[in-house]
């Protein structure tokens, strides 16, 4: 008793009674295995959600422990991944600079949002509420998600900066104009060469590591060959007036901006108070909103100067000419004469803050990862603020389901092949305690990986202590091993994603939804654009999604199916228009499939009205309720009055294979006394036979295409299809 109650707070003592040494090896062997591919794609996905590469690691500490100690899937492996990533940073980059230390605090913030909304949906047994996001909406959104993270690594690949736009096709375009001109081929040539190391060693024996292999053989390339190759130099140093005069007007144009930023955020303040003194909507809060709007139009300008200098100043091209000993950089083609400029091509690095006047940074090499700190991410509870939770918590909600579906799924296809018991409330609180933990220690939304647990699957993981072994390992590379990452490139770390989202292109799910339902495939397609046209805003496409599944999801509930039925040549009833079969003239059988309620009584209404109209000899109706399984006081107030224009028109109506809880409305409305207890049938043949000799009375039918029930009355054959 006492080990049930504690298996269903700590789910992985359930398993461990009979945990041996034999398994204990295996998931020491499957955990290591499971960081080797975990360290290098965690700092990857850590620049794709716009963190320091290093943050990736922290999300790969703690997280995937928790999730495993508390989820219900032993194999499960936690950790950051690609679509989350991504959607992390579309979320945050409206309220701050990618990489600044307050986009940092947000995505913090973001992954303890997230954790206990995942949290509070598994401790209330919500897990269905992820159902609101249908096969054909997420795939379309997977698609075209792995298309934008793909393309949106083609900067680092080619080793050239462009400005962020308003949509991620314009700044694709800016990539491309950039990458035309000034691509920086060793930079290419390691994102190629790590690229085809993966891929190659993938297709030899996907056992092999291939992530870490890339990552250690062009780690060592760069550092050998001197890949990063850049210079601190002043102004002094740099002979173009013209380029000075941009980024003199690049830094005013920074620190206005900067005192507008600091003035807005004052001005938010004074509204508030303004609101508790004067009371919502006075005077001097209209007064202080006037002038909100004011600094952002200001605001907007100074940063359109800014993205155009910027834009100006990363297209310079400089050349390196040693005079008397000093180090002076012209632009390429206006070297003093005589003298001789080196070969290599210098450009000035231009980040997203002012450039220091007596500290620039000139590279002709490639962009590294650089310095990582050592060191445990230390424990800091995120700062809560109410506007910016407010902000956060649609894309939160967002990202919590999307994030507990992929995981979900993962989870489901490793116990297909294991066999495990899986509850997805379990898996949800332990999602939910990955990120609340996690955030306590510098981490950003996580969730479980497809291609990690596939790992960890391989290498013969038993259980949820592969993931304690995982989180050593990483543990260890922060603390002792974070130097040797320094020279990693970041064209490396673009492979490594562009690898990775490669799996999760599938078109063929396009045309399976398509071949399922025509509206269903049209839905993902939509879908699939939606959130393609509209990126980096990728809760617009999820939105488009939802939107059209609940309006088809509605007009199907307003219009269900109504068919009429007819004896096929197997004495079975069938839908008529479906099988070509001819109707009986004097009876008609109609079923209605789904529940009747408010939103489709009137339809049920017309349907009935229409064939009355069309069949001139009709005697009685038979209304089969096989797939009414439901009524809502609309629907009995529908079907009540159905009955009194049929009878008062002169017809006879009865009802088939009526469901308890259906009889139970219209016992407890006395609706079934009006109908009488008499024209309630238990099956279709049994009413068919009942009511066949009264309609047909008088009537001579050549034919009735329901003569073969009335003379097989008791047929145990009967019942609709």
């Known amino acids: 008793m006492l080990r049930r109650a504690l298996a269903k707070i700590f789910p992985f003592t359930a398993y461990m009674g009979g945990y041996s040494l034999a398994s204990l090896r295996l998931d020491l062997v499957a955990g290591l295995t499971v960081a080797l591919v975990l360290i290098p794609q965690s700092m990857a996905y850590a620049q794709l959600a716009g963190l320091p590469a290093y943050y990736g690691l922290y999300a790969a500490f703690l997280p995937p422990l928790v999730a495993a100690l508390f989820g219900s899937s032993q194999q499960l492996a936690t950790g950051p991944v690609a679509v989350v990533s991504l959607m992390t940073a579309a979320s945050l980059e409206p309220l701050a600079t990618a990489g600044s230390q307050a986009f940092i605090a947000y995505a913090v913030l973001l992954a303890l949002v997230v954790g206990i909304f995942q949290l509070a949906l598994g401790l209330l047994r919500l897990g269905l509420v992820v159902n609101f996001l249908s096969h054909p909406v997420v795939n379309g959104f997977t698609n075209a998600a792995a298309i934008i993270i793909a393309s949106s ?4 690949m080619f080793g050239v900066q462009a ?22 081929w060793p930079t290419l040539f390691m994102g190629v060469l790590a690229f085809g190391l993966m891929y190659g060693l993938k297709r030899l024996n996907p056992k092999i590591p291939y992530v870490l292999v890339a990552v250690v053989l062009t780690t060592v390339l760069a550092w050998a060959t001197g890949f990063e190759h850049n210079q601190r130099v002043k102004w002094d140093d740099v002979r173009a007036i013209q380029v000075r005069g941009v980024a003199g007007a690049y830094n005013l144009a920074m620190q206005r901006a900067a005192r507008l930023e600091a003035e807005r955020e004052t001005l938010g303040v004074k509204i508030k108070k303004a609101r508790r003194r004067h009371g919502p909507d006075s005077v001097q809060e209209l007064k202080l909103k006037n002038e909100v709007s004011l600094v952002n139009l200001l605001l907007a300008r100074e940063k359109v100067s800014a993205r155009r200098s910027r834009i100006s100043l990363r297209a310079y091209r400089f050349q390196e000419v040693n005079q008397d000993g000093r180090r002076l950089f012209y632009l390429q083609g206006s070297a003093p004469p005589g003298a001789k400029p080196g070969e290599a091509a210098w450009r000035l690095k231009v980040g997203r803050g002012p450039l220091e006047e007596g500290d620039l940074v000139l590279m002709s090499g490639g962009a590294v990862v650089g310095r990582v700190p050592d060191g445990l991410p230390a424990f800091s509870l995120p700062a809560l603020r109410g506007e910016v939770l ?34 997805p409330n379990q898996e949800l609180v332990g999602q939910g305690l990955a990120n609340v933990v996690g955030s306590a220690f510098l981490s950003y939304p996580v969730s479980g990986s497809f291609s990690r647990s596939a790992v960890a699957l391989q290498a013969g993981a038993k259980s949820s202590l592969a993931s304690l072994f995982t989180t050593l390992a990483v543990g260890a590379v922060l603390l002792f091993f974070t130097p040797l990452l320094y020279y990693l490139p970041q064209a490396v770390l673009a492979a490594v994603i562009m690898m990775a989202v490669v799996g999760l292109i599938n078109f063929k799910g396009f045309v399976h939804a398509w071949r399922a339902q025509w509206y269903d495939g049209a839905i993902s397609i939509l879908t699939f654009l939606g959130t393609l046209a509209f990126a980096p805003h990728l809760d617009v496409g999820i939105m488009i999604g939802v939107a059209l599944s609940l309006l088809v999801f509605l007009y199907k509930s307003m219009r269900p199916r109504v068919v009429a039925l007819a004896m096929a040549e197997d004495d079975t009833l069938h839908d008529t228009r479906t099988f070509g079969l001819a109707e009986c003239d004097r009876i008609a059988v109609i079923r ?26 009709l005697r009685h109706i038979l209304l089969v309720c096989e797939g009414m399984n439901d009524m809502d006081a609309s629907g009995e107030e529908s079907l009540a009055l159905i009955v009194d224009r049929v009878r008062s028109a002169g017809y006879k109506i009865s009802l088939a294979q009526v469901h308890s809880n259906v009889l139970g409305v219209l016992r407890r409305t006395h609706l079934l006394a009006k109908i009488g207890e008499e024209n309630i049938y238990p099956s279709t043949n049994a009413a068919i036979a009942a009511i066949h000799a009264d309609a047909h009375q008088d009537m001579g039918e050549a034919v009735c295409p329901l003569l073969s029930v009335c003379r097989d009355e008791g047929a145990p054959h009967g019942g609709a299809r």
């Open 153 to 156: 690594q083609l900067g680092k």
């Open 163 to 184: 400005e962020k736009s308003e949509l991620h096709y314009q700044t694709m375009v800016q990539v491309v104009l950039a990458a035309w001109d000034h691509t920086h």
């Open 390 to 423: 407010l902000q956060l918590l649609p894309y939160a909600v967002i990202i919590s389901l999307l994030g507990f579906m992929e995981a979900i799924s993962v989870a489901k296809a490793m116990a297909a092949r294991t066999g495990q018991r899986l509850d």
């Open 592 to 617: 209605f499939d789904g529940p009747l309620f408010f939103a489709n009584a009137s339809f049920l209404e017309d349907q009935i009205a229409r064939r009355r109209r069309a069949m001139p000899h």
